[in-house]
């Protein structure tokens, strides 16, 4: 018998394709019919190791872009590549880069994506009075903001992040006249336009069928 040198298996014969995977008939169904649109929205792949979340991505991506796919895909494992360092690099660059073909987009997908999230003992700084102080996430309020610090320029930037606290969000599916989806919570916010041609900012909770809004074209 001959000894089989091809590689780890589970690469080998990972399905290349979305025609190639076996089972989550319906998941594959969706995911072709963006692929034939040419149209992705943000996706979320959730479930227990083995499932196919990351086979799913990769296939996906071979299936849009063709032979030359991973130069439209970027990979990161959230549990090693994440904070304000990797947005402003790694991923800046990546999204400055222009798209092969006629594709409008690229992909970036985040492995592992559960673990952006940090302990409540992480020790973050924050601002008080001017002045930069270390506190842990625990301890911080509900309302609290956290600002971006620049390594390079030692200085705080204006902009800032939101603690959320542990917990779960229910997740809608927003769907246009147009097929587009959008995956949001309850309380995001969108701009209405109304019968006097105004546009109000409405929380999806309060929207209704036949509601226009107005979204953005990039």
Not at 70 to 91: P, Q, W
Not at 120 to 146: C, H, P, Q, W, Y
Not at 187 to 198: I, K, N, S, T
Request: aromatic share 8%; with cysteine.
């Amino acid at each position: 018998m001959e000894r089989d040198t091809g590689g780890i298996w589970i690469e080998k014969y990972r399905p290349k394709t979305l025609s190639e995977i076996v089972g989550q008939e319906k998941i594959v169904a969706l995911l072709k019919a963006y692929v034939a649109k040419k149209s992705l929205p943000h996706l979320l792949f959730s479930g227990p190791p083995g499932t196919g979340k990351t086979t799913a991505a990769l296939a996906m991506a071979r299936d849009l872009y063709g032979d030359e796919w991973k130069e439209a895909f970027l990979e990161l494992n959230a549990s090693d590549e994440r904070g304000i360092e990797t947005v402003r690099t790694t991923i800046k660059n990546y999204a400055r880069s222009s798209t092969l073909g006629t594709m409008s987009f690229k992909i970036l997908f985040l492995d592992e994506s559960d673990n952006l999230c940090l302990e409540g003992s992480t020790m973050v700084s924050v601002l008080s009075d001017g002045e930069r102080k270390n506190i842990a996430i625990s301890d911080l309020g509900d309302a609290a903001t956290l600002p971006s610090y620049d390594f390079t320029e030692r200085k705080f930037e204006q902009d800032k992040g939101k603690v959320f606290r542990e917990g779960t969000r229910s997740i809608y599916r927003l769907v246009l006249e147009s097929g587009e989806e959008v995956l949001c919570t309850k309380e995001h916010p969108f701009f209405r336009l109304d019968q006097d041609g105004q546009t109000r900012k409405t929380p999806l909770g309060n929207l209704k069928v036949g509601d226009k809004i107005v979204m953005s074209s990039e």
